[in-house]
């Protein structure tokens, strides 16, 4: 069974957007939680964030607290095929964000029609479901917050 790496970050300021994203999860969050995902693949963090899904630095998040996590994956190369499907969709802000904001705070599903923008726990956990590793059952991937994957993978 491969190793995937997941890089939890609790809080990122790249840009007033990322800022308030971060702030916003937090505050419906409760405590202190990640607030953003991403993971190592394609030599570099693979990640949803303004304006869509892309490989970013290995060292951006340096200087912010994070927490790497290793989930092992039972088939890696279909999570990175789903990984590379998912690359270049638009971030999802409002869609993605409300809807895990909403499951978190009501426990019920936020149904949103048409959903096209991908936010970051949303993509790693798609990527983990295609590699194998079951989680949240049939919750919709787009409801699952950053705390919500941290504590799944506990």
């Excluded at 304006?51 to 998040?61: G, N």
């Excluded at 923008?117 to 590699?131: H, M, N, Y």
Aim: glycine share 8%; with cysteine; net charge negative.
């Amino acid at each position: 069974m491969a190793k995937l790496y997941l890089l939890f970050v609790y809080e990122h300021d790249d840009n007033l957007i990322d800022e308030v994203v971060g702030k916003a999860v937090s505050a419906v969050e409760g405590g202190d939680w990640p607030v953003h995902v991403a993971a190592y693949l394609f030599n570099g963090l693979f990640e949803a964030i303004e304006p869509r899904v892309t490989v970013s630095d290995c060292y951006k998040y340096d200087r912010c607290r994070t927490k790497a996590v290793a989930v092992d994956v039972p088939d890696l190369d279909a999570a990175t095929q789903k990984a590379a499907v998912l690359m270049d969709k638009p971030y999802g802000l409002l869609s993605s964000c409300i809807a895990g904001g909403w499951y978190s705070l009501f426990h019920r599903v936020l149904h949103l029609g048409r959903h096209n923008g991908k936010d970051c726990s949303e993509v790693a956990t798609i990527v983990l479901r295609a590699g194998g590793v079951p989680l949240y059952g049939g919750r919709p991937a787009y409801t699952v917050t950053p705390k919500d994957l941290y504590i799944a993978l506990q």
